[in-house]
């Protein structure tokens, strides 16, 4: 890969990568860390392992394996994002802070696969590259996550209510 379409690259994925390690995580040093990482995985491999027009899935990938990996070495409860206090003082801020708390009740696969489905507008074929998992058993686990977040969403006074 040379100089341009590496800088091409980065600009494209470097923000929503690390977007997606912050949000899945918990942790925004821990992520940047791990999207840190992923790149020297990239630079590292050989052209010819990665086909063309493939990086984006790649470092995706590469990211959601770093963050299994962390988890495993680490075995506990991720702490909540921080928010500033002016924006948890407005509504929005607060209902943000809400959903940072309840997007940690999540499984980390859950938060995986909403985070790339739901923000980052992947297909579930882009997701299951990302994930090793697949394509089939995306629609089903994304079904269940989206119904355990509207659960946690109507448990949390958010949404309609149960009748």
């Known amino acids: 890969m040379d100089e341009r379409a590496f800088q ?10 690390q977007r997606y390690a912050a949000r899945v995580l918990g942790d925004a040093a821990r992520a940047e860390d791990i999207v840190q990482e992923a790149w020297l995985r990239l630079l590292r491999q050989p052209p010819a392992l990665v086909a063309p027009g493939a990086e984006r899935a790649y470092l995706f990938r590469v990211v959601s394996n770093l963050m299994i990996d ?21 509504r929005d801020g607060a209902l943000r ?19 790339l489905a739901d923000v980052e507008e992947s297909t579930h074929r882009e997701i299951a590259t990302a994930l ?17 977040l509207a659960g946690l969403l109507r448990a949390g006074g958010h949404g309609e209510e149960t009748r």
């Open 8 to 17: 091409t690259l980065y600009n494209e994925t470097a923000a929503p990568l």
């Open 70 to 90: 962390h988890w495993r070495r680490h075995r506990r409860e991720v702490t909540t994002a921080t928010v500033p206090e002016r924006a948890a003082a407005s």
């Open 97 to 115: 802070l809400d959903m940072g708390n309840l997007f940690l009740k999540l499984t980390p696969r859950e938060r995986q696969l909403l985070w």
């Open 132 to 148: 090793g998992l697949g394509e089939g058993s995306i629609r089903v686990l994304l079904s269940r996550a989206r119904r355990k």
